[in-house]
RNA sequence: GGGCGCGUAGCUCAAACGGAUAGAGCACGGGAUUUCUAAUCCCGGGGUUGCAGGUUCGAGUCCUGCCGCGCCUACCA
């Protein structure tokens, strides 16, 4: 419940910069419309010009040319002289071979700026849902779920922003062969007892034993194919929720589950609800979506070829043969474009309780969790989980109108499967507002695997990098990693500032890690392979969290050496300078140079909606860097405290108050807290 | 074979919806007044955006073909 308060204070945020881009391009297509009522006008396209001096948008007329039956100069000259008076507008100019480029006022601006004064948004409605990490609970994390945590993590930080609702979501895969292998290797190969498995949980690091365990297991089937039969009948024993063997699967994956939430807790990382496979089990959700998808006709029941005995479903992106509407749904699906949803032995796979447990999301099933708690953090935050006897007194989950499900491109076919069983039960709403939000996996670079000791094929030397394998034990571990990173800015904490004391050091050296990390998975898109590399990853230099960082603290120190009360100071921007003064700093000398930092200052939001717009969250750390940068030179080229001219270090400092508030929303945003110093 | 994605500077990556001179970081070379701490800043070289066509006022971005690479394509989860 004291959650939702902050969501509700956090989208009061300055939206000026977007505000001003939909007032501008409403403008010109009311002028366009009213001038030329004949035409049909294209979509017009906000842009921004490469240089601040030519402007801060820029309007491209080219595609109202042959529409309007004018040249783009022509057009834009009209626009410019003819629009008239638009709030926050300065100036237009017509710029060969065809813009309009449109100059904000920008003493206005920044005054409006100054005092975090801003426009009303308009507030969407509907909870959100994001599920991310989703680790199966097998063995400890690794770097790739790292940037799975961290973007979807990233991504409900962005909704919030934008004063969305949001519920976050870790599915935990609790009953499969991951586990079960696991499971396998204490009671197959190390022979312990449930008791001595508790006592083993209740140690440290137990995710990394069972990563170890797990690799162990998978060599031991290798060895021997009829190692493979312990499996089967583990896998066959955990199904009875009763079993001695599903306790120990129980306790295993319970105690791992815990472990991946502190690794994701060091990195800020909370969730509100895990649903487990188990559940979804033993409250039959499957059953009930089983006979919705039936009802509907969405799946066949095959009676010849190779999947005889089976129900199947027309796999995602496969596409119907054209011409065929009038024969309805009785329409043949090769055997190639089949996808099994249930076996014929009457199991069902994953694709078919995803079916079920989306139906759930957006609160089509007819059936709900029971809910119990599980974990707290340290702000009190609860953590709730599945369970087939819940607690009387919960929190409601799902049922909402939106899902982000962050899961890694490998899935992409099978999250299209479930999105088109949505659509083909009727629920279009339901499968348009389905996002995969899809991002590629992180690999090693082969000096990477050679650096953590793995023989490499020479074939293998030749690639740009290398897959992680859990079932190899083949990867980076989360925990590892972070460690390093600590230790690492613990060594340049130490040597910078001998005089604090240690835990202040550890403090500030956590944060610094955090801060890479971070910074470190969100600045590569989605789209791209990262090939992980240490010395990239450990790098406090350049475009790294670090240095963003280090702006904002830099911004800190000014006010303490020039002992100027910054909480006093910055609460009273508005006032410690007025509109005129801005705007006489604007148009002197550096005026461009001082606007376009005010002006990457006043963009959070228009980043944070193309951000959710496009999901992705690179665009905001690209623009916490570019900020960064702007102010560091800034930083260098005006000396602020000794400044003789009082207006001037007034302005200044009001420049360093409005880039270090907007800095710090922007890190607050991408996960990233700012050390006192550094 | 089919589906999805990728190919941009020596290396790692940007450039949403086609737009103005394709940008950063790293690495390399040179420099920064005794300062609001240099985890910083400035300058420099570096590019036929894989290849060939096409669409148009305009293509790294869209279309077609080719080359190279990755992932998916199980009655595993």
């Not at 312990?192 to 297991?217: G, H, Q, S």
């Not at 193309?610 to 665009?619: D, L, M, R």
Request: proline share 4%; hydrophobic share 40%.
């Amino acid at each position: 419940m004291s959650a939702k308060i902050t969501f509700l204070k956090q989208c009061l945020e300055e939206v000026l910069y977007r505000h001003l881009e939909q007032k501008l391009a409403q403008a010109i297509a009311a002028f366009l419309r009213k001038r030329y009522p004949a035409a049909t006008l294209p979509k017009i396209v906000i842009e921004q010009p490469p240089k601040v001096e030519l402007g801060d948008f820029a309007v491209p007329l080219f595609p109202f040319a042959k529409p309007l039956r004018s040249a783009p100069l022509k057009i834009a000259e009209s626009i410019r002289t003819e629009i008239g008076n638009i709030e926050g507008i300065a100036e237009m100019n017509v710029a060969s071979p065809g813009y309009l480029n449109v100059k904000i006022d920008r003493a206005w601006m920044a005054a409006a700026l100054a005092s975090d004064r801003k426009p009303a948004a308009e507030r969407p409605s509907g909870k959100i849902l994001v599920e991310h990490t989703s680790i199966n609970p097998n063995k400890a994390a690794h770097i790739g779920h790292l940037r799975n945590a961290i973007l979807g993590d990233t991504f409900v930080r962005l909704l919030r922003y934008a004063g969305r609702e949001v519920d976050v979501q870790n599915y935990i895969d609790n009953t499969g062969v991951q586990v079960a292998d696991v499971v396998v290797g204490f009671t197959y190969l190390e022979k312990k007892t449930r008791a001595e498995i508790e006592a083993l949980t209740r140690r440290p690091r137990f995710d990394y034993y069972c990563w170890d365990l797990y690799a162990r297991v998978s060599q031991w089937y290798e060895q021997d194919g009829q190692n493979q039969q312990a499996r089967a009948e583990t896998l066959h024993a955990i199904e009875d929720a009763s079993s001695e063997t599903a306790a120990i699967a129980d306790l295993i994956s319970s105690a791992v589950l815990r472990r991946h939430l502190e690794t994701m807790g060091r990195l800020d990382i909370e969730y509100d609800f895990l649903p487990r496979e188990s559940e979804i089990l033993h409250l039959h959700f499957w059953d009930a979506a089983f006979a919705k998808l039936k009802d509907a006709g969405v799946l066949t029941y095959e009676t010849e070829g190779k999947n005889t005995g089976c129900w199947v479903m027309r796999r995602a992106g496969t596409g119907k043969v054209e011409n065929t509407e009038d024969t309805g749904d009785a329409q043949e699906i090769s055997e190639e474009d089949q996808k099994v949803i249930v076996r014929s032995n009457g199991t069902v796979g994953y694709v078919g309780k995803d079916i079920a447990y989306h139906l759930w999301k957006f609160g089509l099933l007819g059936r709900d969790f029971g809910y119990r708690k599980f974990y707290r953090y340290p702000n009190n935050h609860e953590c709730w989980i599945s369970a087939v006897r819940g607690e009387l007194h919960h929190p409601h989950f799902g049922g909402v109108s939106e899902i982000y499900n962050v899961i890694d491109a490998r899935q992409s076919e099978a999250q299209s499967t479930v999105i088109e069983a949505l659509r083909e039960l009727g629920h279009k709403e339901a499968a348009d507002h389905y996002t995969h939000f899809s991002y590629e996996m992180v690999a090693l670079t082969p000096r990477c695997a050679a650096e953590l000791g793995y023989t490499l094929s020479e074939e293998d030397k030749m690639r740009s990098y290398i897959e992680v394998s859990g079932r190899k034990g083949f990867g980076v571990k989360a925990d590892d990693l972070i460690d390093q990173l600590v230790i690492s800015a613990k060594r340049e904490v130490d040597s910078r500032h001998p005089q604090l004391a240690d835990d202040e050091r550890q403090d500030i050296a956590t944060q610094i890690a955090i801060g890479a990390l971070r910074f470190f998975m969100l600045k590569f898109t989605k789209q791209s392979v990262i090939a992980f590399d240490f010395k990239d990853a450990l790098s406090f230099e350049g475009e790294t969290g670090p240095y963003a960082q280090y702006a904002v603290v830099r911004a800190n120190s000014i006010f303490k050496k020039g002992e100027v009360d910054l909480d006093g100071f910055c609460g009273s921007l508005g006032q410690s300078i007025s509109a005129d003064e801005l705007a006489k700093f604007f148009s002197r000398e550096n005026g461009d140079e001082f606007w376009e930092l005010w002006l990457a200052a006043g963009k959070t939001s228009y980043i944070v909606d193309q951000c959710i717009s496009t999901t992705e969250p690179a665009h905001l750390a690209k623009h916490a860097f570019e900020l960064a940068q702007l102010f560091n030179t800034f930083y260098h080229r005006h000396p602020i405290l000794t400044e003789p001219d009082e207006k001037k270090k007034q302005f200044l400092l009001a420049t360093v108050a409005l880039v270090r508030r907007e800095l710090i929303r922007i890190l607050e945003v991408t996960g990233v807290t700012v050390p006192p110093v550094m």
